[in-house]
T-cell receptor
Framework: DAKTTQPPSMDCAEGRAANLPCNHS???????VYWYRQIHSQGPQYIIH???NNETNEMASLIITEDRKSSTLILPHATLRDTAVYYC???????????????FGQGTILTVHP | EAGVTQFPSHSVIEKGQTVTLRCDPI?????LYWYRRVMGKEIKFLLH????????ESGMPNNRFLAERTGGTYSTLKVQPAELEDSGVYFC??????????????????????FGPGTRLTVL
């Protein structure tokens, strides 16, 4: 079962920042927060991940609260092509047999409108 | 560099028939994963190969599903016999070293799973 909670849907105007929240109150100390997205009819696409520090790459920024119980994915200038389902995933660290798998929840449907 | 490829893109079969899905991971990726999304449900993990070995097959729904990765390159997922509830989209993903997430300074192209476009399976 997914260990994260996300709003089912959000809207954003093109060119504005999209801020997608995620709650993961039961996250363990060695678990990372990953974000993927799925654009219609494509396979999921990796966006970003982090442990406790904020992270930024060419696609997005990830802000993780100090207690690590929640995070926010920020798309700084949303475009129409960013319309997708966004998944926040808590992923097990190395060790054990199941460290590799991703556990997807329902995600957030982000609609970027003109 | 070629991404993860899957074949076929679509398959329509009748209940009771056999179907084999194929996944070609990114060259050099030891880790290969199968996932599926059945209608109206979330994407679910099926299994994880490290090279030719099954690291985790906890998500395989039943013994009608058989995954192989002989030689540690491409993988096949066979469904025999197919049932109506097997309809859905089957995704394959590959990655380099999933276990390096905790290495300080290790950035994560190693941990990123690259997904293929999926195979849409319809069982009639």
């Amino acid at each position: 079962d997914a260990k994260t909670t996300q709003p089912p849907s959000m809207d954003c105007a093109e060119g504005r920042a999209a801020n997608l929240p995620c709650n993961h109150s039961t996250i363990s100390g060695n678990e990372y927060v990953y974000w993927y997205r799925q654009i219609h009819s494509q396979g999921p696409q990796y966006i970003i991940h982090g442990l406790k520090n904020n992270e930024t790459n060419e696609m997005a920024s990830l802000i993780i609260t100090e207690d690590r119980k929640s995070s926010t994915l920020i798309l700084p200038h949303a475009t129409l092509r960013d319309t997708a389902v966004y998944y926040c995933i808590v992923r097990a660290n190395a060790g054990g047999t199941s460290y590799g798998k991703l556990t997807f929840g329902q995600g957030t449907i982000l609609t970027v409108h003109p | 560099e070629a991404g993860v490829t899957q074949f076929p893109s679509h398959s329509v079969i009748e209940k009771g028939q056999t179907v084999t899905l194929r996944c070609d991971p990114i060259s050099g990726h030891d880790n290969l994963y199968w996932y599926r999304r059945v209608m109206g449900k979330e994407i679910k993990f099926l299994l994880h190969f490290v090279k030719e070995s099954k690291q985790d097959e906890s998500g395989m729904p039943n013994n009608r599903f058989l995954a192989e990765r002989t030689g540690g390159t491409y993988s096949t997922l066979k469904v025999q016999p197919a049932e109506l509830e097997d309809s859905g989209v089957y995704f394959c993903a590959s990655s380099q070293e999933p276990g390096l997430a905790n290495v300080p300074g290790q950035k994560s192209s190693y941990n990123e799973q690259f997904f293929g476009p999926g195979t849409r399976l319809t069982v009639l």
